[in-house]
């Protein structure tokens, strides 16, 4: 698997899975672009591995549009939690995780894709949850705004496959990264408790959900597209 001579950006690069992701693809030779709302991390982590790290807001869209010309391959990991049953959020929060969760991947999509069009390929790999497809308690937001980023990966998949544009999702269970911890931290939960759910008896880790992004991002997967991968340890079949 090579991405020598590819383009890649990915959002949310800053730590956890984006960081693994940058990672993972430089690695195999890919020209990444780490692109975050915080500068800091994303430059320490290009001088690193050889990346351009950019501070990018996906909530704006005139940030987006010119930081997506030139993609080969566009990885969309920003997003953002809430710990709040539909009565306790407040339109403040509902609207907030929609517009980095939803709005964020959907701009950085819009404008990535006429390149990809117009050069007749190009790989896009939507970053979602299992929180899409099963309900999780005082995540409603959340749930409702990973659903959105499942429905338009398939929305985009059919819509560009005759243009040789490949649009697929990942949909992982629960990861130990920094955001991970953090939700941890604001609900009261422990590390401990959320390993002794999954089936498998651990987190996940950032390398193996980038290791699966890299594949659909590759010619590997040349025949996938539409597509919403799980990666949860069993968590869901349970």
């Known amino acids: 698997m090579s991405f ?23 690695a195999e030779g890919a020209d990444v672009v780490l692109a975050d709302i915080a500068l800091q ?13 950019i501070e990018l807001d996906v909530r704006d869209e005139e940030q987006v549009a ?16 809430s710990t709040t049953t539909a009565p306790d959020t407040t339109l403040e929060v509902w609207e907030d995780v929609f517009a980095v969760n939803a709005r964020g991947t959907f701009l950085c999509c819009k404008h990535a894709i006429p390149g990809m069009v117009e050069r007749r390929g190009g790989a896009i790999v ?20 990973k659903g959105a980023v499942v429905s338009l990966t398939r929305a985009l998949a059919v819509d560009h ?41 651990r987190l996940g880790l950032p390398e193996e959900i980038a290791a699966a992004v890299a594949y659909l991002a590759s010619d590997a997967a040349a025949f996938v597209t539409g597509t919403a991968l799980v990666i ?7």
Request: overall charge neutral.
């Open 66 to 81: 010119p930081a997506m010309a030139n993609l080969d391959v566009l990885v969309n990991v920003a997003g953002i939690g």
């Open 4 to 26: 020598r001579g590819k383009r890649a950006l990915v959002t949310g690069a800053g730590s956890g899975i984006g960081a693994a992701v940058a990672r993972t693809l430089a």
């Open 126 to 145: 939507n970053v979602a949850s299992v929180a899409a497809l099963v309900g999780l308690r005082n995540r409603a937001a959340y749930c409702a705004s």
């Open 232 to 238: 949860d340890g069993g968590l869901t079949a349970a």
């Open 41 to 53: 991390p994303v430059e320490t982590l290009a001088a690193e591995i050889g990346g351009l790290g």
């Open 161 to 201: 496959v005759a243009d040789g544009v490949r649009v697929n999702a990942v949909c992982p269970g629960t990861v130990d990264s920094p955001w991970v911890r953090r939700l941890v931290d604001e609900v009261g939960e422990s590390l401990d408790a959320l390993r002794a759910r999954q089936p498998m008896g």
